[in-house]
């Protein structure tokens, strides 16, 4: 039998052309981000309209393949990195990460356990140790890097089970777990996932600024107590999707440490602000928490999918999660050794680290400390500019880089009246393209919310949102003008007293 070469394995030139062309494609399209619109999307049925076809028994030239992502899929999405992205918590990755994405998916490391993956694993610990150290987290402290902040959660909710109450079916189904009406959605689904019962997954009030209530927690763990329940973990939140909001982290932890309960803070947003000052005052009580969640590919600019779980024991999440069939008996944990694989889900995983590390190195936590500072000065400037339009009502002040405000004209009061304008603002705006704004409800407020994550977006974006608001609102009033002469834009405030507020966010 003739040996010949696989048609898969492509040579070295081949590869090196192909390679510079996505290279040059990824740097066009990220050079180019302000030109194109921020957002565009397409129905079900018209998407699919643009790509349905059956599989290829035969190879195309792969020009044209690019050609038809570029004409097809490419334009229909929203563009997290662009500068008029600031809707949920984008992601903004550096040119850096993502090429450190590409080295790790190019090499395609195993990262699941030692032996085959030493010096990627070694490169996560390193990493690991990064974090905890940032959040001043005791040197015991280690985890793993995971999907995102939803695997990171499930995977410490499923480790304090199981220091809990072991596999005990009956004693699972009286555990119960606490967290604010504004935590995420993942902190639920967790719990459910977890196989508590959807009715001890406690949602409990908060605050007039949207943190959790310790009243409310203490009283609720009280009550399940008395009525047979066994309360497993608070989740509390450092940086919420809503509004930012940070729950009291000290007195949480404090009443965990009494009631001898876990203690998870879902940091998956403003973890990372601990590298500023602003965000260091947020967020004392942070290295008191029994587990972490991060999310890297928020505020330390990486691409999806990368989060984190620290774990201040991370024996309790192999306790949990250990499993060693017979075709992984060569590579049992020993000595030194650390297998990801067993501290959470995954057994397949590749190498997240390698992403975070190059832009990490790569810039230097200095010029990170420096981005974050930059959005939560423009919160703050956006926060003027809200606040200098009489058409504009702030609903919750900034924290971090999220704002939550509304259009509220003179003319209107109802509730349902001013929810039905900001919803049609929220859809017209986005609809136009420029700019990507979200909505959330805030004690049951239809509220407009914007997120400032990305390094590209400055004052003229923010600027241009504001007056995106009021235009559109305008328009849908009926009224077609701002209350000033057309053309005209509203005054933006010095740089000197957005310093000035920005000095001051921490008192």
């Not at 740097?27 to 309209?49: F, G, I, K, N």
């Not at 639920?188 to 009243?215: C, I, K």
């Not at 049992?332 to 990801?340: A, D, L, M, T, Y």
Request: proline share 5%; charged share 20%.
């Amino acid at each position: 039998m003739t040996e010949s070469r696989s048609p898969l394995d492509l040579d070295g030139d081949t590869m090196r052309r192909l390679g510079t062309r996505v290279a040059h494609l990824v740097a066009d399209h990220l050079a180019t981000l302000a030109d194109q619109p921020a957002y565009v999307t397409l129905s079900r049925t018209e998407a699919q309209r643009l790509l349905t076809a059956a599989a290829p028994e035969q190879g195309a030239d792969f020009d044209s393949l690019v050609a038809t992502l570029c004409e097809r899929v490419f334009p229909y999405a929203a563009r997290e990195p662009h500068p008029g992205f600031v809707a949920y918590v984008p992601s903004c990755p550096t040119f850096p990460a993502v090429l450190g994405d590409w080295l790790a998916t190019g090499f395609n490391f195993f990262a699941g356990v030692w032996p085959v993956a030493a010096g990627p694993n070694a490169l996560e610990l390193t990493v690991l140790n990064w974090f905890r150290d940032w959040l001043g987290m005791p040197a015991s402290t280690s985890g793993l890097l995971t999907s995102g902040g939803s695997n990171a959660t499930f995977t410490a909710i499923v480790a304090a089970r199981h220091q809990a109450v072991g596999e005990d079916a009956a004693r699972i189904a009286r555990l119960a777990i606490y967290t604010s009406d504004q935590a995420h959605s993942s902190v639920v689904r967790a719990g459910w996932l977890a196989g508590l019962p959807r009715a001890h997954v406690r949602l409990l009030p908060t605050d007039a600024a949207f943190r959790l209530r310790t009243d409310a927690l203490e009283d609720a763990i009280s009550q399940d107590r008395r009525n047979g329940l066994l309360p497993l973990a608070v989740i509390a939140n450092a940086g919420t999707t809503n509004t930012g909001a940070v729950d009291p982290l000290g007195a949480i932890a404090s009443i965990c440490e009494r009631e001898r309960i876990w203690f998870h803070i879902d940091a998956a947003y403003g973890g990372f602000a601990i590298l500023t000052e602003r965000g260091r005052a947020l967020l004392g009580g942070i290295e008191r928490a029994d587990s972490v969640t991060l999310d890297p590919h928020k505020w330390l600019f990486v691409p999806f999918e990368c989060g984190c779980l620290l774990a201040r024991e991370p024996a309790r999440l192999k306790e949990a999660f250990q499993i060693m069939p017979e075709y992984l008996q060569d590579v049992q944990e020993s000595g030194e050794r650390v297998n990801f694989a067993d501290y959470g889900e995954q057994l397949t995983r590749y190498s997240r680290a390698v992403k975070v590390w190059m832009s990490v190195s790569y810039f230097g936590v200095a010029a990170l400390r420096s981005a974050m500072d930059r959005a939560m000065d423009l919160t703050l400037y956006a926060e003027q500019l809200v606040r200098a339009e009489p058409s504009l009502e702030v609903l919750s002040p900034p924290q971090f880089g999220i704002l939550c405000f509304r259009a509220h004209p003179a003319s209107l009061n109802a509730s349902s009246s001013l929810d039905a304008l900001n919803e049609s603002v929220n859809a017209k705006v986005n609809a136009e393209g420029q700019y990507f704004i979200s909505s959330t409800r805030l004690h049951g407020v239809f509220s407009l919310r914007i997120c400032i994550v990305g390094f590209r977006t400055t004052e003229k974006e923010i600027q241009g949102v504001v007056d995106a608001v009021v235009r559109v609102a305008n328009e849908l009033e009926g009224t077609g003008t701002r209350n000033q002469e057309p053309g005209v834009k509203s005054q933006k405030p010095e740089t000197k007293e957005l310093r000035v507020r920005s000095d001051k966010s921490t008192e």
